[in-house]
């Protein structure tokens, strides 16, 4: 009977460690960096941590749905960059006509930064839709492009028109917590509520396991990939206004590489670029990891070549362990 029940523990155990792998890595590489690198477990450190992960953990969620339905978007760093140049040109635009005071054209500026950022994100998606152009061809193209407008916009100059409230989105707290953690989490928190419990999230793994059954079931498989792709988009330009918010600067090269960190949160998390396969927890998961990791190894002054190095094989590593856990599965 004690052999059956250390059998029944065993397997439990066994089965446990295989649902949570990336918990049990991140819990490890936690403890290692906090006896190795002093200040790792401050509330400072911990809230700077979470401070920095926001930045690209909310366009990350954006990129987990795209991914689950096939697709990428490699444009949205460039969106980063656009949507804080034109939150302050059409602020300061606004103010110079005496239209509005800076303090309220602003707001304007934002809405404006979000709507074009859903523009790039439409027009991505119908380019891909109607000529079925793989998204990374697309995307690709289009984060020149789009570099190269908030180049123009701003006219290679950093814009800084913008009220001194507006450093608050990035830059402030409530009580103790960063506001940009808690829009990581209302962001965090709508995805999953979308993915996991709502008919939308439902067809958007339809869609990245299996196209065609997918549309023979009734799902509308192009207007699935048009949502996506100009959801991630607007995440890119929360982005955008709370790093333009943080440094109270909007300016072309800002975001510049993103979509490599981006991409590997939703990778280390678990999702499958084939599709199908992701969850908006896991991402999450594969934030956090990647924050403590990069902060570690800031603390311990890893050279920042070697931090490559690191960063690159540990999404190698995420991608085997998904690809033979999916084996498994099978």
Not at 1 to 7: F, G, K, W, Y
Not at 62 to 75: K, N, Q, R
Not at 207 to 213: D, F, K, L, P
Not at 301 to 308: A, G, S, T
Request: charged content about 10%; proline content about 2%; aromatic content about 8%.
């Amino acid at each position: 009977m004690n052999a059956n029940c250390d059998n029944k523990y065993i397997n439990k155990l066994s089965k446990f460690s295989k649902t949570h792998i990336l918990e049990l890595i991140l819990f490890v590489v936690s403890i290692i960096i906090a006896f190795t690198a002093p200040g790792f477990f401050t509330s400072g450190n911990l809230l700077n941590i979470l401070r920095n992960a926001s930045l690209k953990g909310v366009i990350a969620f954006g990129m987990t749905m795209v991914i689950i339905t096939g697709e990428i978007d490699l444009s949205v760093s460039s969106t980063v960059a656009l949507s804080g140049v034109i939150t302050g040109t059409v602020a300061g635009k606004l103010a110079e006509l005496g239209i509005m005071p800076l303090e309220y054209s602003v707001i304007i500026g934002m809405i404006i930064a979000i709507a074009a950022a859903s523009l790039v994100g439409l027009l991505n998606a119908i380019i891909h839709t109607k000529f079925n152009i793989p998204t990374f061809i697309i995307t690709l193209a289009m984060l020149n492009v789009v570099y190269g407008l908030a180049a123009i916009i701003s006219k290679g100059f950093p814009v800084t028109t913008f009220p001194s409230w507006y450093s608050k989105i990035g830059a402030g707290q409530i009580g103790s917590i960063p506001i940009p953690a808690i829009i990581l989490l209302v962001v965090f928190f709508i995805v999953w509520m979308v993915m996991d419990y709502t008919k939308f999230g439902r067809s958007v793994y339809a869609v990245g396991g299996n196209r065609e059954s997918a549309r023979l079931s009734g799902i509308n498989v192009k207007h699935i990939k048009i949502v996506v792709l100009v959801m991630v988009q607007v995440t890119a330009a929360i982005a955008g206004i709370m790093v333009s918010s943080q440094v109270m600067s909007g300016a072309h090269p800002f975001g510049k590489g993103w979509e490599m960190d981006v991409i590997s949160s939703v990778i280390i998390g678990g999702a499958s670029l084939t599709g199908g396969i992701g969850k908006v927890k896991g991402t999450f998961i594969g934030i956090i990891f990647l924050g403590v990791l990069l902060n570690g190894m800031t603390l311990l002054n890893i050279n920042e070549y070697v931090q490559y190095v690191v960063r690159g094989g540990l999404i190698l590593m995420a991608v085997l362990i998904n690809t033979v856990q999916s084996r498994k599965a099978v």
